[in-house]
Structures are given as C-alpha cells and as structure tokens.
C-alpha cells in the first residue's frame, strides 16, 4: 500500500506543536499572557458508502494515518437518524489538560427535523444545519488560540464530517459533507501575528444524485488532495484486486455489474456488505478499518468495529444521555439468546 500524500495543510499542522502564540499588548512584560500552545491532531482517511437494495446502507470507514501514530476517523451519533464520521481536526490538545478535546464526546444532540420542512436541492436542512453549528460553536475556542500564518488554501477544509443516514418522511438515504474552513488576518504590530477564525460550514449532498443520474458508490477522502483513486475508479478501470474478487465470486460479480452499470440500488445488501469486506482489506493494507450496515429506525449493524478501546465510564454515561430512539453504533443484544 502506497504511503498516502501529504497535504501542505498538514504539514502545518503537525508542526503546532512548536508554535507558541505571542500576547497583542507588548507593554508591560508582567502583564503580558503568553498563551498555551494548541496541538491539532488529524484524522486521514476515506469513507465507501454503498446505499443498496431496500435503501439500506453498507459503508466502510478506513484509516489512512497522516503520521505514525495519528488517530483514526471516528464515528459518531448525529441524531436519531444519522450518524457522522469525523476527518481532519477532530481531536486538540492543550498542554494544561492531560485529556485531549474530542469533537465526538459531548457532542449537543439534536432532536427530529421538523415534519413541516421539504428536503433541498444542495442546501442543508434544519437539521443538518444545526447539527454544523454544534460543530462549529466547538472548533471556534480552539481555532481563535492559532496565531501562525498557517500555509492553508482558502479551499482547504481543516475539519470535515461525513453525515450518513436518513431524510424524513421516508424520502430515504441521503449523504452529506460537512467542511470547515479557516480565515487569517495580520493583527497588530507583529509580522508573525495572526488572528485565526473558522468559518461557516460548507454542505454538499454527495447522495442520492440528481433524477436519473446513474447511482454508484459515494466516497469522501481526506486530505482531499489526496491522490488515492476512488473505489469506482478501480472498478471502473477493472483494478487487479476487483477482478480477482469478481471472478473468485458470482455474487461479488453481481454487485460490481450493478454498480458498474449505475445501479448500485439494486445489488443485495448482503452481497455488497461481504463484497466490502472482501476488498477493504485489500485496500486499506496495515491500516486499520471498520464497516457497518445501516438500516432506517434500526440504527447500526458492525460487521466489522471499529477498534478504538471503549472508555468504560464514558460509555455509561453515554448510554445513560441516550435517548431511546437515538441509533446505537454498539451492538445491540440478540433477544433469542
């Protein structure tokens, strides 16, 4: 597996551990509050999500380590009809506190979208709006602490949050990136002193397509830079490791013949659910990886789990908060045993 392309974002980033921020008022030296250094650490990686037969959703989360010991993309409830997987600056720490700030812990979850609204054409949601401004409303302390001139294009996101689950009203699945990008100015009288802000979320529905667009398997990558060909590029280029599965297996065969054909709705969950299995895998090498099944008011099936440890006493709390129609992203008990 080829090491994945480094982004000039993150070699910024990596390097906040150097930076330590200088005070605006240069006057008196005993007045002067030299802020704590911040250190950001990224989340690389790509989520595969396959919407199939009946509208259920197969989706794989693999980890593609920026640096030796980054930490993996990590999924999260949104609500009570979505989850989310978190990608770039998801977690930040601060020398004074030995616990790092995690962006999928305490997270202010949102109720069910008002029954009143319609879907969009590209637009957010109520929802979905909301749930970007609990982000938002978390990264800005964090961001407002970065006082370097950070080597970032304006396009560049530093955060970003695959949503997955389901539209009201049965309109069924829909897939959503949530970007965050960041904003700096030159303050003071310092050259190399800049005032930080992170700026109002960036939506893009990435599923379902337009009316009568072919309907394939979505994906989202970051760093975006990244040159990793996307999982309908190897099977539309009829990659070594497709065809090996394809011809190993009829109902592998069946489920790329569908989604070759831009019909990935009607390939049977469970095919593509062991078809993904198959092939993750292949394709994430050493890197860890999860994959899980989504279905409406069932919330979530791991095949396989992500392999972060479980906190004890924060999974207590956690399913203490929980409200009772909330997904799970735990297994859930088997009553027949």
């Given at each position: 597996m080829e090491p994945m392309p480094r982004s000039p974002i993150l070699a910024i980033m990596l390097a906040f551990a150097a930076m330590l921020a200088w005070p605006l008022n240069r006057g008196n030296a005993q007045n002067q509050n030299v802020e704590s250094e911040i250190i950001a650490n990224l989340a690389g990686g790509r989520v595969i999500v396959h919407v199939a037969k009946d509208e259920i959703i197969v989706?794989?989360?693999?980890?593609?380590?920026i640096e030796a010991g980054s930490i993996p993309p990590r999924v999260m409830d949104l609500d009570s009809g979505h989850i989310g997987v978190l990608m770039g600056a998801s977690e930040w720490r601060l020398p004074a506190d030995p616990k790092p700030v995690r962006l999928d812990r305490d997270f202010q979850r949102?109720?069910?979208?008002?029954?009143?609204?319609?879907p969009g054409s590209g637009d957010a949601e109520p929802d979905l709006e909301a749930i970007?401004?609990?982000?938002?409303?978390?990264?800005?302390?964090?961001?407002?602490q970065l006082h370097h001139k950070l080597d970032v294009g304006s396009d560049e996101p530093l955060f970003e949050v695959v949503v997955i689950g389901y539209a009201p009203r049965h309109y069924g699945p829909e897939i959503w990136t949530i970007e965050y990008r960041i904003k700096q100015q030159q303050v003071g009288a310092r050259e190399d002193y800049w005032q930080t802000q992170i700026l109002r979320p960036r939506f893009e529905q990435i599923y379902p397509p337009e009316k009568h667009a072919p309907r394939t398997?979505?994906?989202a990558l970051y760093p975006p830079s990244s040159k990793l060909p996307t999982l309908m590029t190897l099977i539309e280029?009829?990659?070594?490791?497709?065809?090996?599965?394809?011809?190993?297996?009829?109902?592998f065969a069946k489920v790329v013949d569908s989604v070759s054909r831009g019909q990935a709705q009607k390939a049977t969950p469970d095919d593509s659910a062991d078809?993904?299995?198959?092939?993750?895998?292949?394709?994430a090498g050493?890197?860890?990886?999860?994959?899980?099944?989504?279905?409406?008011?069932?919330?979530i099936s791991w095949l396989v789990e992500p392999q972060e440890p479980v906190d004890k006493?924060?999974?207590?709390?956690?399913e203490k908060e929980r409200p009772p129609e909330a997904p799970t992203l735990r297994k859930r008990p088997n009553p027949n045993r």
């Amino acid at each position: 597996m080829e090491p994945m392309p480094r982004s000039p974002i993150l070699a910024i980033m990596l390097a906040f551990a150097a930076m330590l921020a200088w005070p605006l008022n240069r006057g008196n030296a005993q007045n002067q509050n030299v802020e704590s250094e911040i250190i950001a650490n990224l989340a690389g990686g790509r989520v595969i999500v396959h919407v199939a037969k009946d509208e259920i959703i197969v989706f794989g989360v693999i980890n593609q380590p920026i640096e030796a010991g980054s930490i993996p993309p990590r999924v999260m409830d949104l609500d009570s009809g979505h989850i989310g997987v978190l990608m770039g600056a998801s977690e930040w720490r601060l020398p004074a506190d030995p616990k790092p700030v995690r962006l999928d812990r305490d997270f202010q979850r949102i109720g069910g979208r008002d029954p009143r609204s319609t879907p969009g054409s590209g637009d957010a949601e109520p929802d979905l709006e909301a749930i970007g401004v609990s982000f938002l409303e978390r990264l800005r302390p964090l961001t407002s602490q970065l006082h370097h001139k950070l080597d970032v294009g304006s396009d560049e996101p530093l955060f970003e949050v695959v949503v997955i689950g389901y539209a009201p009203r049965h309109y069924g699945p829909e897939i959503w990136t949530i970007e965050y990008r960041i904003k700096q100015q030159q303050v003071g009288a310092r050259e190399d002193y800049w005032q930080t802000q992170i700026l109002r979320p960036r939506f893009e529905q990435i599923y379902p397509p337009e009316k009568h667009a072919p309907r394939t398997i979505v994906e989202a990558l970051y760093p975006p830079s990244s040159k990793l060909p996307t999982l309908m590029t190897l099977i539309e280029g009829n990659d070594p490791r497709i065809a090996q599965l394809r011809g190993g297996e009829p109902r592998f065969a069946k489920v790329v013949d569908s989604v070759s054909r831009g019909q990935a709705q009607k390939a049977t969950p469970d095919d593509s659910a062991d078809f993904l299995r198959a092939l993750l895998p292949l394709l994430a090498g050493k890197n860890s990886f999860s994959l899980g099944k989504m279905e409406e008011g069932r919330g979530i099936s791991w095949l396989v789990e992500p392999q972060e440890p479980v906190d004890k006493t924060e999974k207590a709390r956690e399913e203490k908060e929980r409200p009772p129609e909330a997904p799970t992203l735990r297994k859930r008990p088997n009553p027949n045993r």
